[in-house]
């Protein structure tokens, strides 16, 4: 009777210490930057400023350990192994950037190719002509040069997570970002004032922008959580961006701050970069 006792209360033990492990809750969650087949397509060849902001987003997913979602150079392969998959998914983001028409049939194959059940959308624009046209960010950057134009241009972010069950949106947001300086300049000239441009958007993303994002988001699939990313161990801030922002004139930054920038980035590719301050939208 006593072993049959010992047995019972060494199997409830167990449970006890497994139950907890199994009950957390994860989602899986597909992130497109509407310029995901545009690679090396710029003037620049930069990455384009919503691939930017998805890569920060998956890290900052991932990060978490309740979302999973899959890198930008994995949902690229796959596609480029499944032609009808990647021909389906460029309709899809071309539609979107078109006219914001979401074709809820296409997503869901995306999302099942990826076995997903949520998709992210990210797109960013240059809204111009009281937004009857828009623009790509670094095609701005090389007409403003080249014509030297001044004009109060702002940076436009639209993120939109689909629900590509029940075929609706969960959440969605537009973010806003005046990109020229006070004199409305908003120009390159050198290669210097060009690099200087993409680490500014970088940090902008990485300190305040993909952070509002995927904190939204995540408080989308957990309401109840006080602390919208419990895994991650460093949260102490960097505050690159504010540095940027402050200590120079944007875009036309000072040559020294440049250099520290550039020479950051070149040995390690934002790899050692640490999270701002919660950040949350309205």
Do not use: H
Request: hydrophobic share 40%; with cysteine.
């Amino acid at each position: 009777m006593k072993n049959i006792i010992k047995i019972i209360f060494a199997v409830f033990m167990l449970l006890i210490m497994i139950l907890p492990a199994k009950a957390m809750v994860t989602f899986n969650v597909v992130v497109l930057p509407v310029d995901l087949f545009k690679v090396c397509a710029n003037y620049y060849c930069y990455p384009e400023v919503s691939e930017i902001i998805s890569t920060d987003v998956i890290e900052n997913f991932n990060a978490t350990g309740r979302i999973n979602s899959p890198s930008l150079n994995y949902v690229r392969k796959t596609m480029a192994a499944n032609e009808t998959l990647r021909k389906q998914t460029y309709k899809v983001l071309a539609e979107y950037t078109k006219s914001k028409n979401l074709d809820f049939a296409g997503l869901k194959e995306i999302s099942k190719a990826f076995n997903a059940k949520s998709i992210l959308i990210i797109s960013n624009t240059v809204p111009i002509d009281k937004e009857v046209a828009r623009r790509n960010v670094w095609e701005m950057l090389v007409l403003s040069t080249n014509f030297d134009v001044s004009y109060p241009y702002t940076m436009e972010t639209n993120a939109v997570l689909l629900d590509t069950v029940n075929d609706l949106v969960m959440w969605s947001n537009t973010y806003t970002k005046k990109i020229s300086d006070n004199n409305d300049n908003f120009k390159a000239p050198n290669a210097s004032d060009a690099y200087a441009i993409l680490e500014y958007f970088k940090m902008y993303s990485k300190d305040i922008l993909s952070k509002s994002i995927s904190q939204n988001i995540y408080l989308r699939f957990f309401p109840k959580t006080i602390d919208p990313q419990p895994l991650v161990n460093d949260t102490k801030p960097e505050g690159a961006y504010f540095r940027f922002e402050s200590d120079s004139n944007i875009p036309a930054l000072q040559n020294q701050l440049i250099q520290q920038q550039r020479q950051k980035y070149s040995e390690s590719e934002d790899d050692n970069e640490q999270y701002g301050d919660t950040v949350f939208s309205d």
